[in-house]
């Protein structure tokens, strides 16, 4: 780990009500215990949800964010959506831009560079996944890839102290399959090059997500270049969730 803190994101996607929030008093303790100090937990639960969140950890160091975000500013006629501005006002720290999920939705590089510069507007910390397909890594495209994600969707941003990257390879999400050790050691390496390169910064936060669970975690901490993890399915269960945590440091 080469920053200050490790990053525990729990990404609830589509899931989650409000007899949940129960579950949460335990992760809660164990983000009060020194032992933990470093550790930094976000929760990213659906937009139903968000305020509950932000009042359940209230009197905690846990903080919340959203699962994406509209690129505009202002309000206006897109039904079903809010903006960056709306998420700040309900006490979100962070929104997760360019996960997968959203991406083979229609959010293209272009779209997510318009989300990520109204986000920092807004005073939000930007959440960005990039990654690769399973096509794209047969092609040995995936620095290729990469690359082309943080060009085009950090286009006209100077500055990434508020951006916090996840690398998420996106065959790798939900398939229970995880990069080979050495693999994700030097596309982590790489990123982290990429960004120091552009935007000198001197410690570029980038996070591993894909498969993250309480087996694999062992393996994935010892890739010392990871700052933390976007966690998908495995962070609903408030158990599963405290087994991750705990195992990176045991």
């Not at 032992?35 to 950890?57: E, H, R, W």
Request: glycine share 6%; with cysteine.
């Amino acid at each position: 780990m080469t920053n200050k803190y490790k990053y525990f994101v729990a990404n609830w996607k589509m899931f989650g009500d409000i007899k949940t929030l129960n579950s949460l008093n335990k992760v809660a303790k164990l983000s009060k215990s020194i032992k933990f100090a470093k550790s930094k937990i976000i929760y990213c639960p659906p937009y139903t949800l968000l305020s509950n969140f932000v009042q359940n950890f209230k009197k905690t160091k846990i903080e919340v964010g959203a699962q994406n975000c509209h690129q505009s500013n202002v309000s206006g006629p897109f039904t079903g959506s809010i903006n960056s501005k709306m998420i700040k006002e309900l006490g979100c720290k962070y929104v997760i831009i360019g996960h997968s999920e959203n991406r083979v939705n229609g959010d293209d590089n272009a779209l997510i560079n318009k989300k990520i510069k109204v986000s920092l507007d807004n005073k939000l910390k930007i959440l960005f996944c990039i990654g690769e397909n399973f096509k794209e890594k047969k092609n040995k495209k995936t620095k290729i890839v990469i690359k082309s994600q943080i060009n085009s969707g950090l286009k006209n941003i100077k500055n990434i102290k508020n951006i916090i990257f996840a690398y998420e390879p996106v065959w790798s999400i939900g398939t229970g399959i995880i990069p080979q050790g050495h693999e994700l050691k030097n596309n982590i390496l790489f990123i982290k090059q990429l960004l120091k390169k552009r935007f000198k910064s001197k410690n570029p936060k980038v996070l591993y997500g894909g498969s993250v669970n309480a087996k694999n975690i062992k393996e994935l901490r010892t890739i010392n270049q990871i700052d933390g993890f976007l966690i998908g399915g495995a962070s609903q269960n408030s158990n599963k969730f405290i087994d991750i945590i705990k195992k990176t440091y045991n």
